[in-house]
């Protein structure tokens, strides 16, 4: 077993192995087709499949593959095509778009939120298609399959769905791959300076953006909150590390002040309308990060080891 995970080199070895991975996600697009509890599954296990292509095999070799093995997939499960368009085709490119940052030493953090993007984007490109082809409008599809499609703005809450089923599948998936990435050798790369960074700037700007805009449009409100709630996540992975002990006294005060001000704040609101709010939770961890993160440049804290 030890000798599939081992990155390939030569023609040979990179086609017979991107074969067998296309041939994987071809049967998992057939079993879909038929078997539409499966998609959760599928959307776990699809991802590490093309991610485990695109951290072993050669990167000349990696748009040839996403492309044949996505044609492959939509060929097998045209018995359900709007599945394979909304589940199979994403998970793929998304796989194969975090297997690719993760090899290529990027950010960990970072790979996955452009991972999760891409996915969420496929799933939104998907749909027009699959409506165009089937006639079936997956939107309304799945609500009236949850019974919600007649609840009061029920779809300001689209397009962060998207993005969580997206974030789902990718995260679920980056354990394997982060830790096949690792066994073979691949860590955090000299971006984790600034990508660090960036992860914590981007969400503290989409908390406050979220914010600013819950009472013009709440479907992007929620679907910002929903990105500073993963960026926020992924911040707190590159700061869980000895801190003075007053930045955690600061946390938790800032943390308290928030959640009055939430309650201020919602109080004036009536059902989901009460959850744009939310992101006031996430700046006060946003702002520890970056703190955190600050600090050893500061002489206050620990630096980054290998990132001097």
């Known amino acids: 077993m030890k000798d599939i995970f081992v990155p390939r080199k030569g023609l040979a070895q990179n086609v017979a192995f991107l074969a067998v991975l296309t041939a994987v996600e071809a049967v998992l697009s057939l079993v879909l087709s038929f078997f539409p509890l499966a998609s959760l599954f599928v959307t776990i296990f699809l991802p590490s499949v093309s ?144 990508a660090s960074f960036l992860v914590v700037a981007l969400g503290l700007a989409f908390s406050i953006v979220s914010l600013s805009i819950n009472t013009s449009s709440l479907a992007w409100s929620f679907l910002l909150g929903a990105m500073a709630l993963l960026l926020t996540l992924l911040s707190l992975s590159s700061v869980i590390r000895h801190n003075p002990w007053w930045l955690y006294t600061l946390l938790v005060i800032l943390e308290f002040g928030a959640l009055f001000l939430f309650a201020f704040l919602s109080s004036g609101t009536q059902g989901k309308d009460g959850f744009a709010f939310l992101p006031v939770f996430f700046l006060p961890v946003g702002l520890f990060a970056l703190v955190s993160l600050a600090l050893p440049y500061l002489g206050q804290g620990p630096k980054m080891k290998g990132k001097a």
């Open 51 to 194: 991610a485990l292509a695109a951290i072993l095999a050669e990167k000349k070799y990696l748009p040839v593959y996403v492309v044949g093995s996505s044609l492959l997939a939509v060929a097998f499960g045209l018995h359900d095509l709007a599945s394979s368009l909304f589940y199979v085709v994403p998970a793929i490119l998304s796989g194969a778009l975090l297997g690719f940052f993760l090899s290529s030493r990027f950010d960990f953090g970072l790979a996955i939120f452009l991972s999760s993007l891409l996915n969420m984007g496929c799933a939104y490109l998907s749909l027009p298609i699959s409506k165009a082809l089937t006639g079936i409008d997956f939107v309304e599809f799945a609500l009236d399959l949850l019974g919600i499609s007649s609840m009061e703005g029920i779809k300001d809450l689209v397009p962060a769905f998207f993005f969580a089923y997206g974030t789902a599948g990718t995260a679920l998936s980056s354990f394997f791959v982060i830790y096949l990435a690792r066994r073979i050798g691949i860590e955090d790369g000299d971006e984790r300076k600034w």
